[in-house]
């Protein structure tokens, strides 16, 4: 008998914690306050430009790529992450430089960035995806991209999205690769993606491939041709940039000291800092001109050397030489107050 009264006031209890307290955690989860990172993306050259963001959860270059999303062609993006701390952001679009940066992100609010990515005058030398290729597997499919670098210096980012989930994954090189390996393969990289609930298909995913002088690949979408790549700007929004541009002299606008910090933002700063000699992509530029020598190639650090660095370019410094030289001479001005 008591053994029995136990048993249903146990029940009870039961019967209670399922009927009001279950509600309460549902609604606990249903309202939890949502993560974003949002901003906008403009090209160096002028106006908005369209494209791909991905995200690696941690430290940046720490390969763990878990979230993306697409640049619109009035340059904005939004993306939905899984918590406060630490990223990388990385900003890819067709015919420019691409764009590495740590960044904090707040949990439970919208994280709003703006970012301006140069134009790349050396495309040709930019890695190609040449073909890709979806194959059905039980657990979903697996996916084959076939990527090359003209000139063999390919990074871990041959990366892929499936925008209709939100999901960013770092595509498999064809052979092992040791953690700290910085020049990957040429070849066939592979992704087993394997769908839970929400099958996707191949209309909703999008590819790109990076090296490491921040060249990337066109960015390609579904049927995966050169008709398919996602274009940044139209050629008659580069027109009008480029008109622009012309049309008003930059000293007529701003002084020689702002136009160079403006320059610096929009160029150097994706892998320069200003305010530091700490290495961010390349060295920080802090007292460059105290120097004897340029910190990386050794050569004597006159205004000279600096300028044809700029136009040129170096091992892992892509060259700028769309920049105008009333730029050129604003940004060595800007540098020497470092």
């Given at each position: 008998m008591?053994?029995?009264?136990?048993?249903?006031?146990?029940?009870?209890?039961?019967?209670?914690?399922?009927?009001?307290?279950?509600?309460?955690?549902?609604?606990?989860?249903?309202?939890?306050?949502?993560?974003?990172?949002?901003?906008?993306?403009?090209?160096?050259?002028?106006?908005?430009?369209?494209g791909v963001i991905f995200l690696e959860k941690g430290r940046l270059y720490g390969k763990n790529f878990r979230f993306g999303g697409l640049i619109d062609e009035n340059g904005n993006f939004k993306i939905h992450v899984d918590g406060s701390g630490g990223y990388g952001i990385?900003?890819?679009?067709?015919?420019?430089?691409?764009?590495?940066?740590?960044?904090?992100?707040?949990g439970g609010k919208d994280n709003y960035f703006e970012f301006?990515?140069?134009?790349?005058?050396?495309?040709?030398?930019?890695?190609?995806?040449?073909?890709?290729?979806?194959?059905k597997a039980k657990y979903g499919f697996d996916i084959y991209l076939d990527v090359s670098d003209p000139n063999k210096n390919l990074s871990h980012q041959v990366l892929g999205l499936n925008n209709a989930t939100g999901e960013a994954f770092r595509l498999s090189p064809p052979k092992f690769m040791l953690p700290w390996a910085k020049i990957y393969p040429d070849g066939t990289y592979t992704l087993q993606y394997k769908h839970q609930s929400n099958p996707t298909g191949p209309e909703d995913w999008y590819f790109v491939a990076a090296d490491n002088r921040c060249y990337n690949s066109p960015v390609i979408k579904y049927p995966f041709t050169p008709e398919s790549y996602i274009i940044a700007k139209t050629r008659v929004e580069k027109d009008k940039g480029r008109e622009a541009k012309e049309a008003v002299p930059e000293t007529e606008v701003l002084d020689p000291g702002e136009l160079g910090k403006k320059v610096f933002r929009n160029n150097c700063?994706?892998?320069?800092?200003?305010?530091?000699?700490?290495?961010?992509?390349?060295?920080?530029?802090?007292?460059?001109?105290?120097?004897?020598?340029?910190?990386?190639?050794?050569?004597?650090?006159?205004?000279?050397?600096?300028?044809?660095?700029?136009?040129?370019?170096?091992?892992?410094?892509?060259?700028?030489?769309?920049?105008?030289?009333?730029?050129?001479?604003?940004?060595?001005?800007?540098?020497?107050?470092?």
């Open positions: 008591k053994r029995s009264v136990a048993i249903f006031i146990f029940s009870l209890a039961f019967i209670y914690l399922f009927l009001y307290s279950q509600p309460e955690a549902v609604s606990e989860m249903k309202y939890q306050p949502v993560t974003t990172v949002s901003g906008r993306v403009i090209a160096a050259d002028n106006g908005p430009i369209a990385h900003l890819y679009a067709t015919g420019y430089i691409y764009f590495p940066l740590s960044i904090q992100v707040d301006s990515l140069p134009p790349n005058p050396a495309v040709k030398e930019a890695p190609t995806i040449s073909s890709v290729r979806f194959n700063g994706i892998c320069h800092y200003a305010d530091t000699t700490k290495t961010k992509v390349g060295p920080g530029l802090k007292g460059l001109f105290d120097l004897k020598v340029t910190p990386i190639r050794k050569m004597p650090l006159t205004d000279e050397n600096i300028r044809s660095q700029i136009l040129e370019g170096g091992k892992e410094m892509p060259p700028y030489e769309y920049l105008t030289d009333s730029e050129i001479e604003a940004l060595l001005i800007y540098i020497k107050t470092l």
